[in-house]
């Protein structure tokens, strides 16, 4: 199996200053874009994704906690602000 056929493509549009942001942090991190975003989006959603015992949340239980894309966007702006400061 191909180590891509683990992954899911998507489009993502992202505002302009942010965009440059990430690659400036991917630059830096000396790595490509998308594995930038993968990073950031792993290390702030993976204590929202896992319960105490390190399982995936059920579908019903993200619903629950209202994540929505959107989330997602303002994680990663946060996530930017801080390395900012």
């Known amino acids: 199996m191909d180590a891509r056929e683990d992954f899911k493509r998507t489009t993502l549009r992202l505002p302009q200053d942010l965009y440059d942001q990430l690659e400036t942090l991917a630059r830096d991190h000396q790595r ?3 594995a930038e975003i993968i990073s950031i989006l792993r290390g702030h959603t993976r204590p929202l ?3 105490l015992n390190g399982d995936p949340p059920t579908q019903e239980e993200l ?6 894309f959107d989330l997602l ?3 990663i702006s946060s996530f930017l602000a801080d390395v900012r400061d």
Request: glycine content about 6%; cysteine-free; hydrophobic content about 45%.
């Open 32 to 34: 490509s874009l998308n």
């Open 49 to 51: 994704f896992l319960d």
């Open 63 to 68: 619903v629950a906690k209202g994540l929505k």
């Open 73 to 75: 966007i303002n994680t």
